[in-house]
């Protein structure tokens, strides 16, 4: 039973490139949600997602940061310009159902790094 | 808003000795709490969760903590320290209303385990 796959697990950019993570959930999930792990900081909440609709995006950026859960396939977050402000682990999990007593299950984070 | 106080960054202890992690949390409604374990590299894993019923709370590894409404506390303990202990722990809050879906972390505890 694999758990939260995040792929790639480390990226590195350049300033102004786009960033692209992906994740998929554990077999039998259909709730994603996205965290940003700065340096010395605990996780923040990004973005929570269902198939194919974003339900509380009330976390992310307001520019150049996007994430789509499609029918079909992993989610992603896209991060368009990066800049060196963006170099952070991010961190994808995900849930049986909607409710906060439902457990979040974890992947193992994509560290991000922007030259 | 919630928010979560972690208090020591740091917290270093024998092999053997009691483990105290604190964790003190702000919220409008009493939360759903959680304790997460982080080692190097990897993802976060759930070591407990308080939602209702007894305020004493068993975990995995040996790790248990107690609800204090009054002290608006929910700190991790564990009896004896084991060299494999030695990680980041996060404490964590939701909204049991479902105002918001992400969790709510404080900045982490790096737990430090002397031979």
């Known amino acids: 039973n694999a758990g939260v796959m995040q792929n790639p697990r480390h990226l590195v950019r350049r300033r102004g490139q786009e960033a692209r993570l992906r994740c998929s959930p554990m077999?039998?999930?259909?709730?994603v949600y996205w965290y940003r792990q700065l340096p010395e900081e605990g996780l923040k909440f990004m973005v929570y997602?269902?198939?194919?609709?974003?339900?509380?995006e009330s976390g992310m950026p307001k520019e150049r940061f996007s994430a789509e859960f499609p029918k079909e396939g992993p989610s992603i977050l896209r991060i368009q310009q990066v800049v060196r402000g963006d170099s952070a682990a991010y961190f994808c999990?995900?849930?049986?159902?909607?409710?906060?007593?439902?457990?979040?299950?974890f992947g193992p984070g994509t560290r991000l790094t922007v030259l | 808003a919630q928010s979560v106080t972690q208090l020591g960054s740091h917290v270093s202890v024998s092999e053997g000795a009691l483990v105290l992690l604190r964790c003190n949390y702000s919220?409008?409604?009493?939360?759903?709490l959680f304790w997460y374990v982080q080692y190097p590299n990897q993802g976060l894993q759930l070591l407990l969760k308080y939602t209702t019923g007894a305020t004493l709370v068993k975990g995995i590894n040996g790790f248990e903590a107690e609800f204090k409404k009054s002290e608006t506390s929910f700190h991790l303990t564990k009896p004896s320290a084991h060299m494999s202990d030695a990680a980041e722990y996060f404490c964590a809050v939701s909204d049991p209303g479902g105002g918001a879906d992400g969790l709510t972390f404080g900045k982490g505890t790096h737990l430090i385990i002397q031979p």
């Open positions: 077999k039998g999930h259909s709730h």
């Open positions: 997602l269902q198939k194919e609709n974003i339900i509380d």
């Open positions: 999990a995900s849930s049986p159902g909607r409710g906060s007593y439902n457990e979040q299950f």
């Open positions: 919220s409008s409604v009493p939360p759903y």
